[in-house]
């Protein structure tokens, strides 16, 4: 009756934990053998894994114009088929200039050997290669025209010219041909030529150059040839750095680069297994207990939430199909660790009981106790994530699906395994501690109960003032300090070689030309003069954009050399240069003839045949034409010129030109990476006042709570700077993580104290405290030892997100164990006092009354 009586007393939500427990420790066999089989059939969906590495589309957000204009230029150079490339940058091993007669006959020979005698199934690149396979004779005829047909001082000296060939930079004059070399030609040093003919510097060395292997692909089979291909081209790299060589090569494609991306997700597996051995160690030790020890039931439960990460993952990537990808890896941490939290709870509220209950109702109890706690800081982590898996960037959302899914289900097996491992024959599963362990417990429960007073006394808010004074000059210092910088090199491990590619294009390409590819997909009638004039105006104000515009010399367009081939073969005139061609008559008739005779075109440009038969301005569908600017290893002046090339092809809509740039992508992230983080926060914090407003309800506690982890965020934000993490697509989503993790320490304090509302402040503090303060210090513990292993591992990614976690785990629990409650105190205070004032005129209006 008494029982019956005391249930009726339960709130709602008392009712349904203690139900639950008693559930679970009245069937602890058939709870675990339950969850087993979910494990077993979820998990079946983990033979469908998949990986995405492409870390071009997975970090960029969807709504980001780079999008469009990447498929624009997809769907032009794929007109002959899928592209795939790869680029090799030969070098001087001595680091001295390619143009001397050793080094340059070795690279000529090269060229040769790598076209010519690297072959799968008997097959060389120039079998295999359907289109432009000729990119390379320009370095080719270049450098034999240097060793072989004439002198190097021919070449190199304007007072003995050679007729056919003029090494000048960025563009050189090759059989009457001038050829634009800056995307082919690094670390350039040159003199002003006095040849008015001349249309750069006159070359004094080449450092660097690139040779390109491109092909368009016609079918699967094709595709596996050429990915055989390029193994075996990679081997022979490998062959000719290891050789005795005068040569240096530095190979790249996308295949190595999304290969090098999973090596990076798959590298912390061993760091993982580290830290499940260092959690287990640890949990066993500050879990100890004198008079009732679970090592088993500690052990499994730290183990517990891989069986949840399984489950959860098997269901994204079986039934639901989405793909796997290398920054998940972290979540998998994350939600070990979180899990581990939830059982330090379990464990602690399993101790408060009396152990004289019932195994079933003693679980009960233990959930009524932790099990509001542990779901409300569940519930906040998920919706804190929850929030990540709407932003824009694919990278994040998956990430954030990921980690909300993985956590809410890790809750539910924490819950039933690990409490029904408690209730299991808990006689036999258990074991008294060593004696001092009592001493342990007395000093620190002596601790908590000064701790509280100190908390509850008057002098407390003064000295958080002092703390908030001087915290609120670290995070002024470390926000003003912030950069927002995209670095591809984050998500490589140290060894990469795809890092050896990312380091000389600092040294050598950001600096030279930076090539953009502009796609003119409505060209209009080109017989109309004015028509004409307009596009060429385009042209000028490309080439002419700003200072880093490297001009006309650096311009490929086939309109300019197909009215010089209209000039020469139709039309009687002897005006030449720029401004002529703009009045210059047009014709279509001509267009496949050139393209036959001037194949290398093709590429540039889709027609319709029939149409130019007919002289038809539907000849030209559409057309490509480059030109290039002065690189820059600063990712933010490259966006600004990014947002003047889209400036000016709005300007001139009427052509529907796109501009592409393959850093196009890492611009958008600069641009979109911190209004995604701002919204972030806040979204959390939104989320966070509802849960706190269901499961709270006190103002003051509600108030305080969003106080901590607005604090704590903007601490996070403030000492990544000061570590040296600039804020990127990988840091935001570290800093997703951090206030998830926030969260916890601030849901479980400010509940706790919300629960103990009937005592005095300084009783409040300390019942609190004796509740979670522990806990809570194990779970700070843990994760901090964890983190501090994973930084180990020789990856910028994993060590990004490790020092965020002990940013946000020493942040998060000195707010919660000491600023937190003066908070909770003080706040409740002024809202105990406002209400008082409030409710004063009407109470002396009813004495009056009365």
Same mark, same amino acid.
């Given at each position: 009756?008494?029982?019956?009586?005391?249930?009726?007393?339960?709130?709602?939500?008392?009712?349904?934990?203690?139900?639950?427990?008693?559930?679970?420790?009245?069937?602890?066999?058939?709870?675990?053998?339950?969850?087993?089989?979910?494990?077993?059939?979820?998990?079946?969906?983990?033979?469908?894994?998949?990986?995405?590495?492409?870390?071009?589309?997975?970090?960029?957000?969807?709504?980001?114009?780079?999008?469009?204009?990447?498929?624009?230029?997809?769907?032009?150079?794929?007109?002959?088929?899928?592209?795939?490339?790869?680029?090799?940058?030969?070098?001087?091993?001595?680091?001295?200039?390619?143009?001397?007669?050793?080094?340059?006959?070795?690279?000529?020979?090269?060229?040769?050997?790598?076209?010519?005698?690297?072959?799968?199934? &008997? +097959? #060389?690149?120039?079998?295999?290669?359907?289109?432009?396979?000729?990119?390379?004779?320009? =370095?080719?005829? !270049?450098? @034999? $025209?240097?060793?072989?047909?004439?002198?190097?001082?021919?070449?190199?000296?304007?007072?003995?010219?050679?007729?056919?060939?003029?090494?000048?930079?960025?563009?050189?004059?090759?059989?009457?041909?001038?050829?634009?070399?800056?995307?082919?030609?690094?670390?350039?040093?040159?003199?002003?030529?006095?040849?008015?003919?001349?249309?750069?510097?006159?070359?004094?060395?080449?450092?660097?150059?690139?040779?390109?292997?491109?092909?368009?692909?016609?079918?699967?089979?094709?595709?596996?040839?050429?990915?055989?291909?390029?193994?075996?081209?990679?081997?022979?790299?490998?062959?000719?750095?290891?050789?005795?060589?005068?040569?240096?090569?530095?190979?790249?494609?996308?295949?190595?680069?999304?290969?090098?991306?999973?090596?990076? &997700? +798959? #590298?912390?597996?061993?760091?993982?297994?580290?830290?499940?051995?260092?959690?287990?160690? =640890?949990?066993? !030790?500050? @879990? $100890?207990?004198?008079?009732?020890?679970?090592?088993?039931?500690?052990?499994?439960?730290?183990?517990?939430?891989?069986?949840?990460?399984?489950?959860?993952?098997?269901?994204?990537?079986?039934?639901?199909?989405?793909?796997?990808?290398?920054?998940?890896?972290?979540?998998?941490?994350?939600?070990?660790?979180?899990?581990?939290?939830?059982?330090?709870?379990?464990?602690?509220?399993?101790?408060?009981?009396?152990?004289?209950?019932?195994?079933?109702?003693?679980?009960?109890?233990?959930?009524?106790?932790?099990?509001?706690?542990?779901?409300?800081?569940?519930?906040?982590?998920?919706?804190?994530?929850?929030?990540?898996?709407?932003?824009?960037?694919?990278?994040?959302?998956?990430?954030?699906?990921?980690?909300?899914?993985?956590? &809410?289900?890790?809750?539910?097996?924490?819950?039933?395994?690990?409490?029904?491992?408690?209730?299991?024959?808990?006689?036999?599963? @258990?074991?008294?501690?060593?004696?001092?362990?009592?001493?342990?417990?007395?000093?620190?429960?002596?601790?908590?109960?000064?701790?509280?007073?100190?908390?509850?006394?008057?002098?407390?808010?003064?000295?958080?003032?002092?703390?908030?004074?001087?915290?609120?000059?670290?995070?002024?210092?470390?926000?003003?300090?912030?950069?927002?910088?995209?670095?591809?090199?984050?998500?490589?491990?140290?060894?990469?070689?795809?890092?050896?590619?990312?380091?000389?294009?600092?040294?050598?390409?950001?600096?030279?030309?930076?090539?953009?590819?502009?796609?003119?997909?409505?060209?209009?009638?080109?017989?109309?003069?004015?028509?004409?004039?307009?596009?060429?105006?385009?042209?000028?104000?490309?080439?002419?954009?700003?200072?880093?515009?490297? &001009?006309?010399?650096?311009?490929?367009?086939?309109?300019?050399?197909?009215?010089?081939?209209?000039?020469?073969?139709?039309?009687? @005139?002897?005006?030449?240069?720029?401004?002529?061609?703009?009045?210059?008559?047009?014709?279509?008739?001509?267009?496949?003839?050139?393209?036959?005779?001037?194949?290398?075109?093709?590429?540039?440009?889709?027609?319709?045949?029939?149409?130019?038969?007919?002289?038809?301005?539907?000849?030209?569908?559409?057309?490509?034409?480059?030109?290039?600017?002065?690189?820059?290893?600063?990712?933010?002046?490259?966006?600004?010129?990014?947002?003047?090339?889209?400036?000016?092809?709005?300007?001139?809509?009427?052509?529907?030109?796109?501009?592409?740039?393959?850093?196009?992508?890492?611009?958008?992230?600069?641009?979109?990476?911190?209004?995604?983080?701002?919204?972030?926060?806040?979204?959390?914090?939104?989320?966070?006042?509802?849960?706190?407003?269901?499961?709270?309800?006190?103002?003051?506690?509600?108030?305080?709570?969003?106080?901590?982890?607005?604090?704590?965020?903007?601490?996070?934000?403030?000492?990544?700077?000061?570590?040296?993490?600039?804020?990127?697509?990988?840091?935001?989503?570290?800093?997703?993580?951090?206030?998830?993790?926030?969260?916890?320490?601030?849901?479980?304090?400010?509940?706790?104290?919300?629960?103990?509302?009937?005592?005095?402040?300084?009783?409040?503090?300390?019942?609190?405290?004796?509740?979670?303060?522990?806990?809570?210090?194990?779970?700070?513990?843990?994760?901090?030892?964890?983190?501090?292993?994973?930084?180990?591992?020789?990856?910028?990614?994993?060590?990004?997100?490790?020092?965020?976690?002990?940013?946000?785990?020493?942040?998060?629990?000195?707010?919660?164990?000491?600023?937190?409650?003066?908070?909770?105190?003080?706040?409740?205070?002024?809202?105990?006092?406002?209400?008082?004032?409030?409710?004063?005129?009407?109470?002396?209006?009813?004495?009056?009354?009365?």
């Amino acid at each position: 009756m008494k029982g019956a009586e005391s249930e009726r007393r339960r709130t709602f939500s008392d009712r349904v934990f203690f139900r639950t427990g008693f559930l679970i420790g009245s069937h602890p066999f058939a709870v675990i053998v339950v969850f087993a089989f979910i494990t077993v059939i979820c998990g079946l969906g983990l033979v469908n894994f998949g990986e995405l590495n492409d870390i071009e589309e997975q970090f960029t957000p969807l709504d980001s114009p780079s999008w469009k204009e990447k498929r624009v230029f997809d769907e032009f150079v794929r007109h002959d088929g899928k592209p795939y490339g790869t680029k090799i940058y030969i070098q001087a091993r001595d680091g001295g200039t390619l143009l001397r007669t050793t080094e340059a006959e070795a690279l000529v020979d090269l060229i040769h050997y790598l076209e010519h005698n690297v072959t799968v199934e &008997g +097959l #060389s690149y120039r079998n295999l290669c359907t289109n432009a396979c000729d990119s390379n004779d320009l =370095v080719t005829f !270049i450098f @034999t $025209s240097l060793t072989r047909n004439v002198s190097t001082a021919a070449l190199i000296d304007p007072k003995k010219p050679d007729p056919n060939v003029r090494l000048t930079y960025p563009t050189m004059k090759l059989l009457d041909t001038l050829v634009y070399v800056g995307d082919k030609f690094f670390g350039v040093d040159t003199t002003k030529s006095k040849s008015r003919n001349d249309r750069g510097g006159i070359i004094n060395s080449v450092k660097l150059v690139e040779v390109g292997f491109q092909t368009f692909l016609q079918n699967a089979s094709h595709k596996a040839l050429m990915e055989r291909w390029d193994a075996r081209l990679w081997e022979a790299v490998q062959e000719v750095n290891a050789a005795p060589s005068s040569l240096q090569i530095v190979f790249i494609n996308q295949a190595m680069i999304a290969n090098e991306v999973r090596r990076t &997700g +798959l #590298s912390a597996t061993p760091f993982l297994i580290a830290c499940m051995v260092m959690f287990i160690v =640890v949990c066993l !030790i500050t @879990t $100890s207990h004198p008079e009732e020890n679970h090592p088993l039931a500690v052990v499994v439960g730290i183990i517990t939430p891989i069986f949840g990460i399984a489950a959860a993952f098997g269901v994204l990537i079986g039934a639901f199909g989405l793909a796997y990808q290398p920054i998940v890896t972290v979540s998998v941490f994350l939600v070990l660790t979180v899990g581990i939290d939830d059982m330090f709870l379990i464990m602690a509220a399993w101790r408060s009981t009396d152990p004289k209950l019932e195994t079933n109702e003693r679980l009960g109890e233990t959930l009524v106790e932790a099990g509001p706690s542990i779901c409300l800081s569940t519930l906040t982590n998920v919706l804190s994530f929850a929030i990540g898996a709407f932003t824009s960037t694919p990278a994040i959302q998956v990430f954030s699906i990921y980690t909300t899914v993985a956590i &809410g289900v890790a809750f539910f097996y924490q819950v039933f395994i690990f409490g029904a491992l408690l209730t299991l024959s808990p006689k036999k599963l @258990t074991c008294r501690g060593p004696k001092i362990l009592y001493k342990v417990r007395q000093f620190y429960h002596d601790l908590i109960r000064n701790l509280g007073k100190v908390l509850a006394s008057g002098k407390a808010p003064l000295a958080a003032v002092v703390f908030f004074v001087f915290y609120g000059w670290v995070i002024f210092v470390g926000s003003s300090r912030m950069e927002i910088e995209m670095k591809p090199d984050k998500v490589f491990l140290a060894d990469s070689p795809v890092l050896t590619y990312l380091n000389m294009e600092k040294k050598y390409l950001e600096n030279e030309a930076d090539k953009v590819f502009l796609v003119v997909q409505n060209p209009g009638n080109f017989t109309n003069a004015k028509r004409r004039d307009d596009f060429f105006g385009f042209v000028q104000s490309i080439e002419n954009l700003d200072e880093t515009s490297i &001009g006309f010399q650096s311009t490929s367009l086939i309109l300019l050399q197909y009215m010089q081939y209209l000039e020469y073969h139709i039309f009687d @005139t002897k005006e030449s240069g720029f401004q002529q061609h703009r009045s210059d008559r047009f014709s279509y008739t001509l267009m496949p003839r050139f393209l036959e005779e001037h194949p290398h075109w093709r590429p540039a440009i889709h027609i319709d045949a029939s149409a130019c038969a007919l002289d038809h301005p539907q000849c030209i569908r559409e057309f490509l034409f480059t030109t290039a600017f002065r690189g820059s290893s600063n990712m933010s002046e490259r966006a600004e010129r990014l947002a003047k090339w889209r400036f000016l092809t709005a300007e001139y809509s009427d052509f529907n030109v796109t501009a592409y740039n393959g850093r196009n992508y890492l611009c958008d992230q600069l641009t979109t990476v911190g209004s995604i983080a701002v919204a972030t926060v806040l979204s959390t914090l939104a989320c966070l006042t509802l849960i706190c407003i269901m499961f709270i309800g006190e103002t003051g506690s509600i108030l305080s709570a969003l106080l901590t982890v607005l604090s704590i965020n903007a601490g996070v934000f403030a000492i990544m700077a000061l570590t040296g993490i600039n804020l990127d697509a990988v840091a935001l989503s570290g800093l997703l993580m951090a206030v998830g993790f926030s969260v916890d320490y601030t849901a479980h304090i400010s509940y706790h104290f919300a629960k103990f509302s009937n005592f005095e402040y300084a009783e409040r503090t300390r019942l609190t405290l004796l509740s979670v303060g522990w806990p809570s210090g194990e779970a700070c513990l843990t994760t901090t030892a964890a983190s501090l292993v994973l930084m180990a591992n020789n990856s910028q990614l994993i060590d990004t997100f490790a020092k965020i976690v002990i940013i946000v785990i020493l942040l998060g629990f000195i707010h919660a164990i000491f600023i937190l409650p003066v908070l909770l105190i003080t706040v409740n205070r002024v809202v105990d006092f406002l209400l008082v004032k409030k409710s004063e005129p009407k109470e002396v209006a009813m004495k009056n009354k009365c």
